[in-house]
């Protein structure tokens, strides 16, 4: 009953028929435009040489061709490698991350921790202030001496503030006080607590943490620009990055014989390779998102 | 408040009478703390590697660095010679760094006013929309972009803007313009550069948005319909002052880092090309430039230490007006 009337009441409630239509249009032609731009990239590498010294970029080649890809596969053994690091820098990295923001996050969530502002604020003041670019590098190239090893590549990720912050405030909405309390009149550590009572409770949260995470690694090519100069270091976005002004690493390899040196196909190649470096992204967006919407919520309501 | 309420009736863990207090702490509780600590500790090293050692390095713009292989990166520190404000003389009489300060501040007030206005109007309209279905749709396919890594973005840029890119092969053909080589025109890119900047951020502002308005009751609206109000008026006067409060938090917090520009943005979109530099450096990317492709050491270090100093002092007097505002949403 109650149902049939606010229904009733939405309905009449409802924009026109004729607006409805003129803002579905209006949102079709805003994500032509937001799409259409990888839409570009992927038609380009698929486009032929000859297609694209003639006309250019286009939205429908003239000639497809898939040479770029066959290209890329058959002579980049750095592709690989790239790739491997990628993968591996983003498992570590995300786990290690994950964890060690919920192990910092749990404590700051505790009513009983006497010290959880302080230590809170000893990661927001991060936000706040910072020593800049060249002190953060010299610490790592010349105190730690890390620069040009895959820890470089993850150790200065691994703790956020805001995520620290998001992860606490899940935890204080998932975590009832009383449960705590209640493992520990049964004799639970605080360990077996956080592990066996905390933990499986915002399962959620840490998910959204770990897919944030996972994306942040996968994505980055900044460390690697800062402190990465061995090729056989480099990630799948650097060695993309490598790639933007010539391909000419691939042309001047030795391995490729030079009639195939000759014919490649640079342009399309290079855009190949940017399919090939956000495919991963693209195609697992669809199952992670709505971790992403609930995570970016959590963090919206208290920043 | 009921959680609180219930542990002070069982009388654990919280400062009710000083006689459970002092039991408490014989007790559990330094035990219980010790764990806390072991807890926080892998995380309080890394904040303190990554995050606080540099914070000593704020003395390398008043010295004249130079590292020594055997007194490590403190000890060169320390042992370099003070030059005073030197470096701030170069920095500030330089024109570079103050075309670099001005652009990431319009840049940002430009970010600002259109991430206030894009996504709440889209935000708006996919909440009348009748099929909740298709807002869906939309919502997915607009935040795609914010996944896709900036290394990428800048092939995408390139796509449309190289020379035999979609733009000029494709599109200024149409207007019976000749090629246009734009990564060595300046003037383009400002609006190129805001494109990209919506591309990348506004399916995720716009999320932030939904969930605020998905907060608001309909009843508002029923009652404002059955008082006649159009849909304008409803957006108006209660859509509107709902979402003030959100949209006030996220605007101070984006002034608040008025003085950090997006290094990402505008570093990958137009490839840091140094033709473009009149409209597309900012300071962190004049950082980055002084530092790794000029070697100077001192200049980089003396602009990012006066870009971290005036940044803070900005998000201070931003919390100090939201705390004003709305003391529950200020920061600290």
Not at chain 1, 127 to 139: D, E, N, S
Request: proline share 3%.
């Amino acid at each position: 009953m109650d149902k049939a009337i606010n229904k009733k009441s939405y309905e009449f409630n409802k924009i026109s028929a004729r607006s409805n239509i003129i803002i579905n249009l209006i949102f079709i032609l805003i994500c032509i435009l937001f799409i259409a731009p990888l839409i570009l990239v992927l038609m380009v590498s698929f486009s032929s040489k000859q297609s694209l010294d003639a006309y250019g970029y286009q939205f429908w080649p003239a000639g497809f061709d898939i040479t770029a890809y066959t290209y890329i596969f058959r002579y980049s053994s750095d592709l690989t490698n790239a790739y491997g690091n990628s993968i591996l820098v983003t498992g570590v990295g995300s786990i290690a991350s994950t964890a060690i923001i919920a192990l910092y996050a749990y404590p700051l969530s505790r009513n009983n921790f006497a010290h959880r502002n302080g230590f809170a604020f000893f990661a927001f003041f991060t936000t706040i202030f910072g020593g800049g670019l060249v002190p953060w590098v010299f610490v790592y190239s010349q105190f730690l001496k890390i620069n040009n090893s895959l820890l470089i590549l993850i150790m200065p990720y691994l703790v956020n503030a805001w995520w620290i912050i998001i992860m606490r405030t899940f935890m204080k909405q998932s975590v009832p006080e009383e449960l705590v309390e209640a493992a520990r009149i049964d004799g639970a550590g605080e360990f077996r607590t956080f592990f066996s009572v905390a933990l499986p409770l915002c399962k959620a949260g840490l998910a959204t943490i770990f897919l944030f995470c996972l994306v942040k690694f996968w994505n980055d090519y900044y460390l690697s620009l800062v402190f990465i100069t061995n090729r056989h270091l480099y990630t799948i976005q650097y060695y993309l990055y490598s790639m933007l002004d010539g391909i000419n690493y691939l042309l001047t390899n030795s391995n490729v014989p030079a009639d195939a040196r000759r014919n490649l196909p640079s342009e399309a190649a290079r855009m190949a390779l940017a399919v090939i470096a956000v495919g991963p992204v693209i195609f697992t967006y669809p199952f992670f998102r709505r971790f992403f919407v609930k995570g970016l919520i959590i963090g919206a309501v208290k920043g | 408040m009921a959680v609180k309420q219930s542990v002070s009736n069982i009388g654990i863990g919280v400062k009710s009478t000083r006689k459970i207090k002092v039991r408490e702490k014989s007790k559990g509780a330094r035990k219980r703390n010790m764990a806390f600590y072991l807890m926080l500790l892998p995380g309080v090293l890394i904040l303190l590697i990554n995050n606080y050692f540099p914070m000593i390095g704020v003395l390398i713009p008043f010295k004249d660095y130079s590292y020594k292989v055997d007194q490590g990166f403190f000890g060169s520190l320390f042992s370099s010679p003070f030059v005073g404000f030197k470096n701030f003389e170069f920095l500030f009489t330089s024109a570079d760094c103050f075309s670099a300060t001005v652009n990431t501040i319009v840049y940002n007030v430009v970010f600002i006013a259109l991430d206030l206005i894009v996504p709440i109007a889209f935000a708006i309209c996919m909440s009348e929309m009748w099929s909740q279905k298709r807002s869906n749709t939309y919502q997915t396919l607009m935040f795609l972009p914010y996944f896709i890594s900036w290394v990428a973005v800048s092939y995408v840029a390139y796509a449309f803007f190289c020379n035999a890119g979609f733009i000029d092969k494709q599109v200024l053909p149409l207007f019976g313009i000749k090629s246009v080589d734009f990564y060595s025109r300046p003037e383009f890119w400002p609006a190129n550069i805001i494109f990209f900047h919506l591309w990348h951020y506004t399916g995720y502002n716009i999320i932030i948005y939904i969930a605020a308005l998905s907060g608001i009751s309909t009843e508002y609206y029923e009652a404002a319909a059955l008082d006649g109000a159009t849909k304008w008026q409803q957006v108006r006067y209660v859509t509107l002052p709902m979402l003030k409060t959100t949209a006030v938090i996220l605007t101070l917090l984006a002034v608040g880092r008025i003085f950090n520009g997006d290094f990402d943005l505008f570093y990958n979109v137009p490839k840091n090309v140094s033709q473009l530099y009149s409209t597309t450096s900012i300071l962190d990317t004049f950082v980055y430039n002084q530092l790794i492709n000029l070697g100077d050491v001192g200049m980089s270090a003396a602009a990012g230490l006066y870009q971290a100093v005036v940044g803070c002092v900005i998000v201070f007097i931003c919390n100090f007006v939201v705390k004003r505002v709305d003391s529950d949403s200020a920061l600290f």
